[in-house]
């Protein structure tokens, strides 16, 4: 069933269109994440979603029920905000009770679901405390905990992670997992941090400037990039594009940049040959060893479970993925192999062969 | 040894500014504790004998606690009926999307800054067609007039300084506009509410020259007008007026004491983000 539901969005500040014809759909109960670079307009689609903002155009339907032209009040959802916005002067039991006060519940309901709520999060020993004299972690769970406490249609998170440090941060979203496992609402968290959209989302939609670049799970818009935003925006430490063109050799398929030649795997790419083409090569599909890659080591990152390899060949710099028993040194000649199977071609920006099967990726792997 | 120095100079200087501005308030304390006899005794006495016979002759015989009333009565209303409008006003001039903001929040400073003298004839003609001279509301209504524009200025800064998300988050809670205003922004706002209406008060409890205008008859008078009618044609009593006038400042004094903290707080707003 569908939980949310958002058609042909539209919005513009001042002339400028931030919002562009955006679409798509979220299942009940999926935990769906609106990833992009800040400033790419993925809070003002919440902020639409949330009925904060007026849509200039499209619909935004919760359930099967339209609810474009209602206020926030009558769309039934639940928001957490980046400054968790905790109301000062009210203590953490009736900053949490206050949408429930405000929807005018018996003060017994009240106070049955807040214990509920304030235990589930574990915070109900600080119930009289106010939000300043708790930490960053602790205002967040309050700031969920008024989200839940009243089991609304939609969760909205708006960047909820981004002020907390880096260890509280991992820990807080194993907990969000778990939290969402539990109650099953459909949750629309928007971020610009990849790691939260790879590990929380059920649904990825990667904006950039108002349009939508690509929508699916976390494995498909890492493994199958639709256009070279996704591409170079998705990955640490992030893909290296090479600029080139696709040449016949006899009767293989070859990449060419410079002297650079990659056998390409795919027959069906014959079509496209004497077009120039963008690869993009993740850094572990590059490694120490036999192959078409060669170059000079500019710089070593190692990182305890893996190193980091910046090579320069040519003109291009390339980042490479090494194991932690990695011993070359820094101006040493290096030569990389190539997983050609994991090459991504990019034509006009778009992906190649993004429609097909694997079928045809049978074959070749390490040359 | 140079740092002392600065020290002493500073304390110094310090003293002789706060000396300058309490004088005439301590003298007139001082007056108003002599007895008849001290008060135009040559040279004068420094120190009074403390009697309160002063306050006494005032209450008795210039009907003191009855200004003191009528003032209490117009600074009050005139506080609450400015401060409800100026928060509706000023969170609306603040937060909420109307064009022509900048030229409302100007007309509003420029009302502020008539001379008083040349709106005395108009009002006095508006409100005699009311029929409200010598009535509280006959005061009531310039006094929320003239002291609406501090009061918007003030709360609409505040109300500005407050984060967005807080009023999203309250929205999102279910909170209308009201809803808004009443639980959230204003008791967050609340140094600066309090500032701009003790502002008013003061205000409205200090001024004198519409007061003397509208309020011709005893029995409405206010105390500054009241108290500058204390002289008769052939007297002056100055023990009583010095009394009346330290009765007129003490409520003034204590709620600035009572209040001084929210009233730093509320006049340093925005040069520091909270």
Redesign the interface.
Known sequence: MVGLKIENLTKTFGGRKVIDHVSFEVYEGEFCILLGPSGCGKSTVL?LI???ERQDGGGVYIGDREVSGL???ERD???V???Y?????LNVYENIA??LK??KMSRREIEKKVQAAAGLLGIDTMLRRKPKELSGGQRQRVAIG?AIVREPRLFLFDEPLSNLDAKLRSSMRVELAGLHKKLGITTIYVTHDQIEAMTLGQKIVVIDRGVIQQIGTPREVYDKPANLFTASFIGMPSINLIEGRLVKKGEEILFRSDDLEIPVARRDFERYVGGDVTSGIRPESLGPGEGPLAGRLEHIEHLGSETILYVKSGNMRITAKAGADFGGKVGEDISLSVNTMDIHFFLDGKRLDVARGAENDRGARTV | MKERLEKAGFAVLTLFVVCLSLLPFLWFLDTSLKTPIDITAIPPAIVPSGSFHFYESAIENYNLLHFVKNSMIVAGASTLITILLSVFAGYALARLRMKYKGIIMGSFLLVSMFPQISIAGPVWKILQSFGWLNTYQGLVLPYVTLTLPLGIWITASFFREL?G??E?????????HV?TLF??II??AAPGVFTAALLVFIYAWNEFFFALLIMTEKSYQTLPVGIALFQGQYTMPWGEIAAASTVATVPLVLLVFLFQRRIVRGLSAGAIKG
């Open positions: 902020r949330a009925g904060l206020t926030p009040k959802i639940a928001m905000f980046q400054s916005a905790l109301y000062p002067h206050f949408p405000i929807r008024r | 984060p998300e807080l999203d988050a309250a929205k999102i809670d279910g909170c209308g809803q639980k959230v008791p967050l």
